[in-house]
């Protein structure tokens, strides 16, 4: 078309005089003549173009950052990598984010068995590098042994939560521990962590100790020791 020539005059057919058109008549007319498909054969498809506009925008938010960034685009690349990089750690640090579990199920089966046996049954697993497994019977021959010294009443349906909370009145100073503890045993039964050789370590340790506490008489269940 002819620019600005087609904006305001159109010409008549016999090529002799000029005939002029107002402002509004000539934009419509123009725009009638622009939306021919002559004039869109080698636009691109709708989806290219917005590939295109969304790369055209994050090409202007690029530019953008790096503009207000010390040392422009460069220092920008490093920021990037640097966060990456410290998030990369997060993750592999602590795991996948997951819902902190709260143990509902009996910590015993319906096969009672004794502290020493959960204890030989935990070195067994743990032995084998069965960590979870060994965690598992760990915590449950530390609640056998608070029963068997009177500590906690015999109750079947506790889990390991109650167990924890219960055997912290009777041993103070050890709460904070069982109650971690209790954490371990719900992580790896119903959270579905893995537990390791340290963890297994500190649970061991724990039942060692809590044989050797002397229990706060205080608030103990009926028929705690004397």
């Known amino acids: 078309m002819g620019g600005a020539a087609a904006v305001g005059t159109l010409v008549r057919a016999d090529g002799d ?37 969304f790369w055209d925008w994050v090409e202007e938010l690029f530019g953008a950052a790096s503009s207000a960034t010390p040392g422009g685009a460069v220092g920008l690349v490093v920021i990037v990598l640097v966060v990456l990089a410290l998030v990369g ?27 020493a046996e959960h204890r030989a049954a935990a070195e067994a697993h743990a032995a084998a590098g069965r960590w979870n ?7 449950r021959a530390v609640v056998r042994a608070l029963e068997e010294r009177t500590l906690l009443d015999l109750r079947p349906g506790r889990t390991a939560d109650e167990a924890a909370a219960e055997g912290g ?22 959270g579905g962590r893995a537990a390791d050789q340290h ?14 506490a002397k229990p706060h008489l205080v608030d103990t269940y009926p028929g705690a020791a004397e």
């Open 17 to 53: 005089i000029p005939v002029d058109v107002s402002r509004d008549p000539a934009r419509e007319a123009a725009r009638r003549e622009l939306t021919k498909p002559m004039y869109h054969e080698n636009d691109p498809n709708p989806l290219q173009q917005a590939v295109n506009e």
């Open 89 to 115: 750690a997060l993750w592999w640090r602590l795991g996948t984010p997951q819902h902190i579990p709260t143990s509902t199920s009996p910590l015993f089966d319906d096969s009672p068995r004794s502290a």
């Open 133 to 139: 497994e060994a965690v598992q019977e760990r915590m």
């Open 169 to 190: 009145r009777s041993l103070p100073a050890h709460s904070a521990q069982l109650r971690a503890a209790a954490r371990e045993f719900d992580d790896v039964t119903y």
């Open 199 to 212: 963890a297994y370590h500190q649970l061991r340790c724990l039942d060692l100790e809590l044989e050797r």
